[in-house]
């Protein structure tokens, strides 16, 4: 037995550069089921975070009772981390689980049956479009439902109804990843894969705390850091993170600045000759644009800004500029901070500078946050045109109308996509008078939360939500219905590294809940959306009918998936796209012959002025004569536009823990991980703490200019002049309310968001700290992860539940005593 809270990442299992990941099937069952009580096991791969790890479910008397990994699979090789074990079975098996829909009645939510919520839904949907039209409809969604799901929302929205105001929250999280891919290759996809830790010498993660978002990624590297020919790591993190910890430079920079110490990183890959002039110049545009941008940052320049050492600035440019494989990974300390997009950019540049792409150990992985990201991309229920296709090429728009079988006057192209800061934005003013929120927690993890709900509140907005639970977002509802989830319904989703899994139905959904699916499906046919021909819009009856429909979306485009099947996902390994005639096996690695999607007749997008976001248009774009060439990108730096004054002297940023997963509503129901993680903290430095007379476990209050929390101090390693708070935690279990005390992160944040991905800058506010009481303990946070408490020394104590340090271990190392925080389950893991 291994304690999978304390070992976060479980035993080590070294490996060399260009060898292979062993396997180890990690397992966790109810304490009173035996593996050879287990009915079933039933395929599936979990979705608690991006990484897309699979798995079988154990399903016994017709319940779900357990989870492995699959050992046979690319991505996690049997894997899985203590969300997957301790959180996705038992965040679907709560008592508090949506089991009839909820209609609006004299002021309160009541059950009612499915006829009744949806002629309700139906009722004022035909209304507001006949009185007002398709800009009277918002769509709000997630990065958690399967690709058949977002396809069906799609269509429903963009040639049933024909409306613009389509988004996910996979706004909030990974739309500067998209954003930067297009900007740079001409289409979203990620160039790199999860197999080149296998083969790369250094690794630079850039915003990326691996350790806890990706915690099986993160032990990939761990046994290659333990293994021979340990590749170097580059760390750049304001917090003291367990990569920081792992790593050979740790650039702890101020938040805001990460455009700053890119210019720099570029600057001396050029002013060095680490380029390559020849690829640089068959495989790119932009040079000497790039070339007069960086010219003034120089390491010095840069670690100024950025308040690091200029040294160390170099070190980290030396080890890019001279390492035979690089490999780049990319996430919320770039894309929700200031730039983003710009800085983002940056790190395609040094690899397009370099020539590292298409190769093993060479690539960029610019990540996403959440399981099923990426769909939601590919298929456009993020407002995008489904299939990668553009929105300002005419030639695209009608592609998809000769698929639907629609006018294509139906098809909103005449304004780029509404994003849901500006969705949120006309909710408040009035023009989108319904707005159907899909499994997401706005009242949670939008910026600005005191305005959020305000805007949830309004009479006039008729609000509905469709979740697993009463979600602090679900009270604010007109019509709340109750879906199925993960185990409870069949469909597809890819990863982060362009993996497509299948997920079988394990299990039946409690009471009447129904999978997303069908219950867009029966909104269509009850609206009566129909083809040209007066045939029914959505003619599928399951998820494998969705599934064939969106592989002729595909065809031909870069997310091609025709010559995958549910057939070809059953039994192996998941399948990374493009996988058709041409590649069909998938295709592991994108840009293998430095030609990319930029042919104005076939990319995705045209581009923008990263500084302004403005847009580039057909015209310019066609000018440049792209020709299959990637385009060197960037922008000057520029100052946050918060940054810590005389009355708000701290940078606030917010992220995740390792022991949850959003805004809790699965993994808060878990046992092990709420004890791990219990409720809410921020961290301060030590240099801070004394300052202002704080020790561990103090209540505070941190204000900025939009809100305040009230929480306990961590002392913990973070960077001087910066408080973190992690999103996580809201109000459904301590009454679904702020009350007197808010606790929610997102109470601070400013509503700002980068210019091109639209995404919002969760990490770049100015907030303000004083003590209102003394400890009664320790704080909430974990002691395992970067919220481990120091002394005043700034010297990390050694966390009593872990025994040694992580990561120089061997397959013989010891197995960490003690067992999980509930006595009553046990994980196992086994090498086969």
């Known amino acids: 037995m291994v304690d999978r809270i304390a070992n976060i990442w479980g035993t080590r299992t070294p490996y060399a550069r260009d ?45 779900m009772v357990g989870i492995r990994g699959r050992a046979a699979d690319l991505v996690n090789h049997g894997r899985l981390g203590p969300k997957g074990l301790f959180g996705s079975r038992q965040g679907m098996s709560s008592r508090e689980r949506l089991t009839r829909p909820l209609i609006r009645a004299k002021g309160k939510l009541v059950e009612c049956d499915w006829d009744t919520a949806m002629n309700r839904i139906v009722g004022r949907s035909t209304e507001l479009l006949r009185e007002r039209g ?27 109804i024909g409306t613009p105001h389509m988004d996910g929250n996979t706004r909030l999280c990974t739309a500067t990843a998209a954003a930067a891919l297009k900007e740079t290759f001409g289409a979203d996809g990620q160039p790199g894969a999860y197999e080149d830790i296998d083969s790369c010498d250094a690794i630079f993660l850039y915003g990326h705390n691996m350790a806890e978002t990706q915690t099986v990624l993160w032990s990939r590297i761990l046994d290659r850091l333990a293994g021979q020919d340990r590749p170097k790591l580059v760390c750049i993190d304001p917090r003291d993170t367990e990569v920081a910890r792992h790593a050979d430079v740790h650039l702890a920079l101020r938040p805001g600045t990460n455009l700053a110490l890119m210019n720099a990183l570029t600057h001396e890959i050029l002013d060095h000759h680490w380029d390559d002039p020849g690829y640089v110049q068959n495989h790119t545009l932009g040079l000497e644009a790039l070339r007069e941008t960086v010219a003034p940052w120089t390491a010095e320049a840069a670690a100024v800004v950025c308040d690091v050492r200029a040294a160390d600035v170099e070190e980290a440019a030396r080890i890019f500029g001279t390492s035979g494989r690089v490999l780049s990974t990319v996430l919320q300390g770039f894309y929700q901070s200031s730039q983003a997009t710009a800085a983002s950019c940056q790190v395609n540049n040094l690899h397009l500078l370099r020539g590292m792409l298409g190769r093993p150990g060479c690539g960029i992985l610019q990540m996403n946050g959440q399981p099923t990201a990426q769909n939601n991309r590919e298929c456009g229920a993020d407002g995008d045109l ?68 305000d805007i949830l509140a309004k009479p006039e907005l008729f609000l509905v939500v469709q979740d697993l639970y009463l979600t602090e977002t679900a009270q604010y509802a007109e019509v709340v ?93 998941g399948i990374p796209w493009p996988c058709n005639e041409d590649n069909p096996d998938g295709r592991t690695r994108l840009y293998e012959d430095g030609t990319f999607p930029t042919d104005p007749d076939y990319c995705e997008d045209y581009g923008h002025d990263l500084l302004t976001g403005a847009t580039v248009g057909e015209q310019a774009f066609r000018a440049q004569a792209p020709d299959g060439r990637a385009f060197l990108k960037t922008a ?64 505070v209050r941190v204000s900025s200019r939009r809100g305040l929390i009230e929480v306990p101090a961590r002392v913990s390693g973070i960077r ?84 040694g340090p992580d990561g120089e271990a061997t397959e013989t190392f010891p197995r960490m005593p003690g067992q999980f925080l509930d006595p009553n389950t046990n994980a196992q893991e086994r090498r086969p």
């Open 636 to 699: 000057d730096y520029h100052p946050p536009h918060e940054d810590p004054d005389g009355q708000y002297p701290f940078r606030y940023t917010t992220g995740r823990t390792a022991y949850h997963f959003h805004t809790r509503t699965k993994t808060g129901r878990s046992r092990q991980l709420s004890a791990a993680a219990p409720g809410p903290w921020v961290e301060l430095a030590a240099v801070d703490a004394d300052r202002l007379g704080i020790t561990e476990g103090d209540l």
């Open 720 to 803: 001087p002049g910066t408080v973190f708070a992690p999103f996580h935690y809201g109000y459904w279990d301590t009454g679904g309310s702020p009350g007197q005390h808010p606790t929610a992160a997102n109470e601070l944040t400013l509503t700002d968001w980068d210019p091109v991905s639209k995404q919002p800058m969760f990490k770049n506010a100015a907030v303000k700290v004083q003590k209102i009481a003394d400890a009664s303990g320790a704080a909430p946070a974990p002691t395992t992860t970067a919220s481990r408490p120091t002394d005043h020394s700034g010297a990390q104590q050694v966390p009593p539940t872990a025994g």
């Open 386 to 453: 489904p299939g990668f296709r553009n929105w300002e090429n005419p030639q695209h728009v009608d592609e998809l109308a000769e698929l639907w079988n629609v006018d294509p006057a139906i098809i909103p192209d005449w304004a780029p996509p509404t994003h849901a800061m500006q969705i949120f934005r006309y909710a408040e003013q009035g023009s989108i008078g319904l707005l159907w929120i899909s499994a997401t927690n706005p009242a949670v993890s939008m910026p600005e939360l005191p305005r959020i709900r």
């Open 19 to 63: 060898g292979h990941w062993p396997i180890r099937v990690d397992q966790a069952l109810d304490a009173a089921v035996a593996e050879d009580e287990v009915d079933s096991w039933v395929q599936s791969a979990c979705v608690l975070c991006s990484n897309g790890c699979a798995c079988d479910i154990a399903v016994k008397d017709g319940a």
């Open 481 to 573: 219905l109750p879906a199925a989830g993960w185990g409870e319904k069949t469909g597809t989703f890819t990863n982060a590294s362009r993996t497509v899994h299948l997920s079988d139905q394990a299990v039946d959904p409690p009471g009447d809940a129904r999978s997303d699916l069908d219950i867009f499906l029966d909104y269509a046919r009850r609206m009566g959306f129909t083809t040209r021909d007066g045939t029914p819009l959505l003619p599928w009856s399951g998820p494998e009918d969705a599934f064939e429909a969106w592989k002729a979306c595909s065809r031909g485009r870069p997310c091609d998936y025709t010559g995958i099947s549910y057939g070809r996902l059953r039994g192996g390994s």
């Open 134 to 160: 398709p800009l009277s409809h918002g769509f709000y969604t997630s990065g958690q439902l399967f690709l058949e799901e977002y396809y069906a929302l799609a269509v429903i929205g963009k040639a049933g």
